[in-house]
T-cell receptor
């Protein structure tokens, strides 16, 4: 079974600075998707960024970018110019492209990183 | 366009009671999912559905049943609630680019 590990339970960064959240995963598959979700205190799960394993180019969404290292099975999230509204739990998630569900598999989540923004 | 909605938002049950959580999506998605989130944990998959009339077990299905009678609705049932089922429950549907859209969650407490 796939596993997702987020080794940083909590991170703190000054407003306007850059922070990187780590994520590693374990899989024997070659085709899969990776995601970062944000969960603010409202508990709503918000998609931040998405990466397809077959694409070598790292995904970017405005101030959010990833460093996807397929061989190392690493998928870190970089937040540039941190803002107070970025404070939240961040979850890394994996989904097999095919898996036993024939492509319908749910997401496998890490335990999350609590990001604190210092004003 | 409401996306994914969940009913109710909060519920308190006594051990042994039953209840049904309702999830509705208006995005015409085929795939829908139920997850639970416990303190200090990421979400874990309970059951999922690949279309109307179909359901399948996820990682933690014991104690739950589901039904997908209509494409837009996915119901999660607890027949005999236990304290171990105290959790926050999330429903999600899957878009065309493999991303999942989540509802706002239901906080369930079983005493």
């Amino acid at each position: 079974a796939q596993t997702v590990t987020q080794s940083q339970p909590e991170m703190s960064v000054q407003e306007a600075e850059t922070v990187t959240l780590s994520c590693t995963y374990d899989t024997s598959e070659s085709d899969y998707y990776l995601f970062w979700y944000k969960q603010p205190p409202s508990r709503q799960m918000i998609l931040v960024i998405r990466q397809e394993a077959y694409k070598q180019q790292n995904a970017t969404e405005n101030r959010f970018s990833v460093n996807f290292q397929k061989a190392a099975k690493s998928f870190s999230l970089k937040i540039s110019d941190s803002q107070l509204g970025d404070a939240a739990m961040y979850f890394c998630a994996y989904r097999s492209a095919w898996g036993k569900g024939g492509g319908a598999d749910g997401l496998t989540f890490g335990k999350g990183t609590h990001l604190i923004i210092q004003p | 366009n409401a996306g994914v909605t969940q009913t109710p938002k909060f519920r308190v049950l006594k051990t042994g009671q039953s209840m049904t959580l309702l999830c509705a999506q208006d995005m015409n998605h085929e795939y829908m999912y139920w997850y639970r989130q416990d303190p200090g944990m990421g979400l874990r998959l309970i059951h999922y559905s690949v279309g109307e009339g179909t359901t399948a077990k996820g990682e933690v299905p014991d104690g739950y049943n589901v039904s997908r009678l209509k494409k837009q609705n996915f119901l999660l049932g607890l027949e005999s609630a236990a304290p171990s089922q105290t959790s926050v429950y999330f429903c999600a549907s899957r878009g065309l680019r493999a991303e999942q859209y989540f509802g706002p969650g239901t906080r369930l407490t079983v005493t």
